[in-house]
Structure formats: C-alpha cells, structure tokens
C-alpha cells in the first residue's frame, strides 16, 4: 500500500466532511498546499517514502530540533486493540450494486514549478517572519487597524460592540469601509454610514444601510524583512540564497505531487461512484455520523457558547447542504465497504496502529489523542480507501495533463474568495478563538 494514497484519502474524507462546494474538493493549489495543518486538515506534506518530514516552514532550523529530551518525553498511551474490518459498513452489497471499473478515465494534473512561484513562497515566507509595530503616523494602504466597532443595521443594533482589526487594502467589510478608516491613529472616533449592494459577504447587510461607530486603538505597520544574504542565514538556515531557492523549490515540487495525488484519488473516485447503483437505503447510524462529520468543519469557526448554525448562516450553508455533504459520504462509504468485501480487502491491525503513530508524531499528536481528535472510523475507513484507489487505479486509465497558468490564476482567484470569508471569521473571533 502505497503511503501517498492513505493520506489522499484521509484528505479527501476531512475535506469533504468540512467544505459545502463540490468544487472546493478538486483542484486545491498554492495556498492548500503550504497552509500549516489545523484539526480539520491533513493535506499538508506527509513524511516522504524513506520516512524523512517534509517540513513546510523553511524558516525553521531543522538541525536545532533533531534532539529531543527523553526526560521531557510524555509517556504514550497504548492503543486499544482494534479489528478493523468492523468499523466498514456490514453487509455494504445490501446497499450496493458494484459497476465495471476496469477503464475508468481519470486525469492528474502534472505542475511545473516556476521562478516565480518560488519568489511567491518566499514571499509568503517573509511575511511570516515579519513584525507588526504601532505607527504614529496617519493609517495608509498595508496598515492593520484595530478597533472597537458597533454596527446597526437599519436602527437594530447588529451585535455588542466587538474588538476587531482590518488590514486596509484587503476590503473585508468594503472599499468604502477601507476608504472611512484611511487616515485615522489610535484615539480617533468615527461615526458612519455605508449602504451595502446584494454582494456583501455579510447577508445582515445586503441592500441595507448600516451604521458604524468606530473607536481606534491602534494602527500598525508591517516590519518585513529583506530578502537578502542575511535574511537567509539568520532566518532559514541555509548559507546561501541559490541554496534556499532550490529547497523552497524542491518542498514546492514534493507538494504539488501530493496534490496531484489527491486530485487523482477523488478524481478516480468520483468516477467510480458514478458507476456504481445505490438503492437510496443505508443504516441510520451511518447517515447521522456521516452527518456529524459534515458539520465538524465548521465547528473550529463557532465560538465560546456560540452555535454553529450561525457559521453555517455565514457560509450560507443550509441543513438541506448538510444533508447532501452527508449523503454523498454515506454513498462514498457504502462504495468503499462493498468494493473492499467483494475483493477481499483486509487493513490490519499492525497497519492501523503503524498509520496512527506515523501520523501522530508528524502531527505532535500522541497516538491516542491523535486517534481520539479523527476518529476510529475516520481514519479506518481513509486506510481502506487508499487500498482501494491503488487497485482501482491499476485498471484505470490515467491521462497526465499539465495543469497551465490560466488554471492556477481562476483557482486561486475561487481560493482567495474562500480566504477572504475565512478571515473575516477568524477576526471576528479575535479574543476567542486564538
């Protein structure tokens, strides 16, 4: 079983329980690829096929933290003993009537890895080494200002009065809320009014007025280091530019193949499904946790005491939305189950409690906080759907397609929208979340 797949699958099975948008499944690019991990998810580089990490943040100084203190070590909790078959749907071929699979069309995408797309990173590489420092002077393009900012929408207060923070040029409540907050230094006090066309984010604003009273605490500027001979030997740990260049550029070919890994499994996978008859019946239980898992990607944005069918209301997500995500993972299951019976696909213990403390310590998880954060279920049934991609693919038939820079220019336009919805949240929660 190649290691590739398990992770193709663990990522196709979170991304799918966590994004409302079929579309959101596929192409994923640059920033999918280089986002640090979070609790719902694992596409990030996997351990390479000799075991070694690859590890997105060039920045760190891998030498520095090779040796780790035994005393300082937390002792591991063994793994409950598990057969894994029995976290497959039973009797799946109940439920199932397996297709021809033998000449399934699936595309992967190849990637050629650019000088630009290298700048790109190390770009994003000096950002993340940058500082924020309080600016004097009036707030201009770049700056981040923070506030404490009431909104009343048409005479009704829209909420309590929130501590939160804009960088200007980003437009996240508008160009003409950008334009109002341009100028301002800590202390200043605005009131003022903007009326909102149908194409807000915020669906409380659309076509409304909304009054603004705004207090300014602070205004920041970014304090971005040089990229230079400096920068590299103090932040990175290389000696030279030509060599950093050449290991953002290998880490950015490692994690474009594994995207093109992914987006062959669900390709493939999505091909299958559509070849495989399903009577429309399935166990409850199965429906309701593939229910839970829909709605797990979005509980990271709800905050304390908070409900997540608010997110859901910001995302514009509807419970018939939930439904569908939930159906199409009970479909993906019940397909995996079934294919797994009829050819004698077996997943051991030894390869589950591998698989586990694998990914754990890549993660910083202990096994069993790993296991218990993913789920039995989840990560039993990712194992089995790699097994079943690999033999699915040897009867496929694969067509390698370059994917061109039109491609990459409409995915990451569809990404930055996503983005951008994501940061708004996120600073809403400012205080709360992190």
């Known amino acids: 079983m190649k290691k590739r797949y398990v992770l193709a699958a663990l990522a196709a099975m979170t991304v799918l329980a966590g994004c409302g948008d079929n579309a959101s499944q596929q192409k994923n690019t640059d920033n999918t ?26 920045s760190q100084d891998v030498e520095n933290n090779e040796v780790i203190d035994a005393d300082d070590a937390e002792e591991e909790v063994a793994l409950d003993p598990i057969t894994p078959s029995e976290y497959l749907v039973q009797n799946a071929s109940d439920y199932v009537t397996l297709g021809d699979y033998d000449g399934v069309e699936v595309t992967r995408y190849t ?24 600016t004097n002077a009036p707030s ?17 207060e829209a909420a309590d009065p929130d501590e939160t923070f804009i960088t200007l040029g980003q437009e996240e409540f508008g160009a003409e809320f950008d334009q109002k907050l341009t100028g301002v230094s800590a202390g200043d006090k605005l009131d003022f009014s903007i009326t909102y066309g149908d194409d807000t984010w915020q669906e409380d604003w659309q076509g409304k007025t909304v009054d603004f009273s705004v207090e300014i605490t602070d205004v920041t500027a970014s304090n971005t280091p040089e990229y230079d001979e400096d920068y590299v030997k103090n932040y990175t740990g290389y000696d030279t530019k030509e060599e950093y260049e050449a290991s953002v550029k290998e880490y950015l070919e490692q994690s474009y193949e594994e995207q093109s890994t992914y987006d062959e499994a669900e390709d493939l996978i999505s091909a299958c499904l559509a070849r495989t008859e399903f009577t429309g019946e399935y166990p409850d239980d199965l429906f309701e946790a593939c229910r839970e898992e ?20 910001m995302f514009g997500v509807t419970e018939d939305d939930i439904a569908e995500e939930a159906k199409n993972l009970v479909n993906r299951r019940l397909f995996i189950s079934a294919y797994a019976e009829a050819n004698n696909i077996e997943v051991t213990e030894e390869e589950y409690v591998n698989y586990v403390n694998e990914y754990a310590d890549y993660y910083g998880e202990s096994p069993a906080d790993f296991e218990t954060l993913y789920t039995r279920e989840t990560l039993v049934n990712a194992l089995y759907e790699s097994k079943v991609t690999e033999l699915l693919l040897e009867k496929a038939n694969v067509t390698e397609t ?3 820079p039109e491609d990459y220019e409409e995915e990451e336009s569809e990404e930055d929208d996503t983005l951008d919805d994501l940061e708004i949240v996120e600073e809403g929660e400012e205080g709360v979340a992190e």
């Not at 690829?33 to 060039?58: I, K, N, V, Y």
């Not at 290298?118 to 924020?132: H, K």
């Not at 981040?144 to 005479?155: D, S």
């Not at 829909?294 to 209301?313: Q, T």
């Open 33 to 58: 690829t280089q986002e640090s991990t979070t609790e719902d998810d694992l596409t990030a580089a996997d351990p390479d096929e000799d075991g070694e990490e690859l590890d997105p943040e060039f």
């Open 111 to 134: 990637y050629e890895i650019t000088d630009d797309m290298v700048q790109d990173e190390i770009q994003e590489e000096l950002a993340d080494a940058s500082d924020e420092q309080s």
């Open 140 to 156: 201009e393009d770049g700056n981040i200002v923070y506030m404490n900012l009431t909104a009343t929408v048409e005479g009704e």
């Open 294 to 313: 829909a709605l797990s990607g979005y509980s990271m944005f709800v905050e304390e005491d908070g409900d997540v069918n608010d997110v859901l209301d």
């Open 402 to 404: 370059p994917y061109t």
